[in-house]
């Protein structure tokens, strides 16, 4: 099972000292975060695209037209 532990948080920086931790294959690389700074992430990151979403009228991720 992949472990966080020993790598620095995406989001704060810090080191991760325990599990669980969040990993994600980035296009550079793996990237590690403490599970929480990772839920903090997708919930604003949830929120943008909901901002965007409703300023554009459109869908993320929708085929052009």
Do not use: N, S
Request: hydrophobic share 35%; proline share 3%.
């Amino acid at each position: 099972m992949p472990t966080a532990v020993g790598y620095l948080c995406f989001r704060c920086g810090g080191r991760i000292r325990r599990d669980p931790g969040w990993t994600w294959a980035g296009e550079t690389g793996q990237i590690f975060a403490h599970i929480g700074c990772a839920a903090d992430l997708m919930a604003r990151l949830g929120y943008d695209i909901a901002r965007w979403q409703q300023g554009t009228g459109e869908r993320f991720g929708e085929a052009e037209k």
